[in-house]
């Protein structure tokens, strides 16, 4: 399985962030604790053990992927490619009370400038499993998607699609980190993960690998 997570932007205020320093800033998530990490990359982690078949939990036995290739269990985390629809992020100033410094200001400049840089990366990459991990994404990248197909009729959030020419599953959620009830970065145990998260990705696991 080749499994990519796509997000609309990084959120932050942050400058000329290299591959080496992302790669880094997910080291770090890596090495703290299931309940350490941030909703986004808490709900990452849920999503992505479903995903290679680990099942739900904040165990971290759960969180290592036995590889054919590799002598030694890797992190599930180390295992995906992490994306955002936009290369570049906007931000504002966010409400003292929410927690957060800033939130994202969708530009739509910004979204008509980076479409075709995201689906250059999907060619370079070719996922077999694209995991949404915000709402307005999917309608975002429908200009680049092709021949779509529900891959359950009775489950609306995954599809099976030529995605910039490449054939992918794709899984649609909201972010992680978004208002309740749709808040699955909460916890492994939040009804949003339990409810949707949970069976479409196991749906999509078990499609790829009839």
């Given amino acids: 399985m080749r499994v990519l997570a796509l997000g609309m932007e990084i959120g932050r205020p942050d400058r000329h962030i290299s591959l080496k320093a992302r790669r880094l800033q997910q080291d770090e998530a890596i ?5 350490e990490r941030h909703a986004h990359m808490l709900g990452t982690t849920t999503a992505l053990r479903v995903a290679f078949g680990c099942g739900r939990g904040d165990d971290q036995r759960g969180e290592r992927l036995p590889l054919t290739n590799h002598p030694v269990p890797q992190h ?4 995906y490619a992490l994306v955002n629809k936009r290369l570049c992020s906007a931000v504002k100033p966010a409400e003292a009370a929410s927690g957060r410094r800033f939130s994202a200001a969708g ?9 075709p840089h995201l689906a250059a990366t999907i060619r370079i990459l070719e996922p077999n499993l694209v995991i ?8 975002l990248i429908a200009r680049h998607l092709m021949h779509i197909e529900r891959i359950d009729p009775a489950n609306e959030r995954l599809e099976f699609a ?4 490449v054939g992918t599953v794709i899984a649609s959620f909201s972010h992680p980190a ?4 749709d808040n ?3 916890s492994y145990r939040n009804r949003y993960a339990i409810d949707v998260v949970e069976p479409t990705l196991a749906a999509a696991r078990k499609f790829l690998l009839a």
């Fill in 178 to 181: 978004a208002h309740a009830p």
């Fill in 31 to 35: 090495e703290k604790s299931f309940r």
């Fill in 107 to 115: 530009v739509p400049a910004m979204d008509r400038a980076c479409l």
């Fill in 184 to 186: 699955w970065g909460s």
């Fill in 162 to 165: 030529e995605f910039a020419g």
């Fill in 76 to 79: 599930v985390m180390q295992c």
């Fill in 132 to 139: 949404l991990q915000s709402k307005p994404l999917r309608k």
